[in-house]
T-cell receptor, first 112, second 112 residues
Framework: GAGVSQSPSNKVTEKGKDVELRCDPISGHTALYWYRQSLGQGLEFLIYFQGNSAPDKSGLPSDRFSAERTGGSVSTLTIQRTQQEDSAVYLC??????????FGSGTRLTVV | DAKTTQPPSMDCAEGRAANLPCNHSTISGNEYVYWYRQIHSQGPQYIIHGLKNNETNEMASLIITEDRKSSTLILPHATLRDTAVYYCIVRARMDSSYKLIFGSGTRLLVRP
């Protein structure tokens, strides 16, 4: 596609429920990143994919967070047993490593 | 990983050049300087990047000092739509990861 697509754009969930966030990167981009941004805060790195493997998961805040990527394309970020502190905008970016990173518009997650 | 230092906020008049400084005194020889901006509620937008030579594109110019310890992003004719948070980032490298580490950025306000 023309850009990085994320879905849903907004998600409201009850505390304790699981959620899945989807990222569809630019076609041909081998690297994919997940970040999150809490209200009024900067961007926090979560995980990086090169192809289908994740050599850097250092930013995942707890074992409730996991991510996978299939076919070197779409990635899913899963948050289990959501907590209120998980409320944030979750951003996905992709790059071909030769230049700038392209970010999606994000998924705004609200845990109530 | 090299860190960057930016002023927390700046302002300039519409139509004037906006010059945003960034210090990165511990940058390594093979690390690039990237600039992104984030307009409220949107994902970060790539602006420009460089290694040691000055760079120019349709959005901005990047001036990197000869010792590479600082750089300046120049928006030649700022418009109201350039009001955003601007991030200066040194591309970190850990194993095979090329993740971007975002700091607090500079909040630029373009005044009418």
């Amino acid at each position: 596609g023309a850009g990085v697509s994320q879905s849903p754009s907004n998600k409201v969930t009850e505390k304790g429920k699981d959620v899945e966030l989807r990222c569809d990167p630019i076609s041909g981009h081998t690297a994919l990143y997940w970040y999150r941004q809490s209200l009024g805060q900067g961007l926090e790195f979560l995980i990086y994919f090169q192809g289908n493997s994740a050599p850097d998961k250092s930013g995942l805040p707890s074992d409730r967070f996991s991510a996978e990527r299939t076919g070197g394309s779409v990635s899913t970020l899963t948050i289990q047993r959501t907590q209120q502190e998980d409320s944030a905008v979750y951003l996905c970016a992709s790059t071909a490593l030769a230049g700038g990173y392209t970010f999606g518009s994000g998924t705004r997650l609200t845990v109530v | 990983d090299a860190k960057t230092t930016q002023p927390p906020s700046m302002d300039c008049a519409e139509g004037r050049a906006a010059n945003l400084p960034c210090n990165h005194s511990t940058i390594s020889g093979n690390e690039y300087v990237y600039w992104y901006r984030q307009i409220h509620s949107q994902g970060p937008q790539y602006i420009i990047h460089g290694l040691k030579n000055n760079e120019t594109n349709e959005m901005a110019s990047l001036i990197i000092t000869e010792d590479r310890k600082s750089s300046t992003l120049i928006l030649p004719h700022a418009t109201l739509r350039d009001t955003a948070v601007y991030y200066c980032i040194v591309r970190a490298r850990m194993d095979s990861s090329y993740k971007l580490i975002f700091g607090s950025g500079t909040r630029l306000l373009v005044r009418p």
